[in-house]
């Protein structure tokens, strides 16, 4: 499975970007992760493959939304009153399993910066 993220961006603290994720293939369950320099990746949201379940950090819960649609092969994160610790390199993740954890993903996109300046 090719991931490809876009969307990243310089955007003012409460300003909202929405990220967007296209997969070559159907069937999987899709993730956000974030990497702040010099830290693992860790997770943001994670949707699954029907779009009926979603789980996410607290850290982002009530300010961003993850969605897909099925048709384009794309899912989204949706990211509204940005903070600047919210600063990060954004990946995209596909895979079977339903997990928070790194390891557990097959699939990668290519990062896409996220900068929130206060």
């Known amino acids: 499975v090719q991931l490809q993220a876009s969307g990243g961006g310089l955007v003012q603290a409460g300003g909202s970007l929405r990220l967007s994720c296209a997969a070559s293939?159907?069937?999987?369950?899709m993730g956000w992760f974030r990497q702040f320099p010099g830290k693992e990746r860790e997770f943001v949201a994670l949707i699954s493959f029907n779009g009926r379940s979603t789980d996410y950090a607290a850290s982002v819960k009530g300010r961003f939304t993850v969605s897909r649609d099925s048709a384009k092969n794309t899912a989204y994160l949706q990211m509204n009153s940005l903070k600047p610790e919210d600063t990060a390199v954004y990946y995209c993740g596909a895979g079977t399993g339903w997990s928070r954890a790194i390891h557990d993903w097959s699939y990668w996109g290519q990062g896409t910066q996220v900068t929130v300046s206060s």
């Open positions: 293939s159907s069937g999987y369950n």
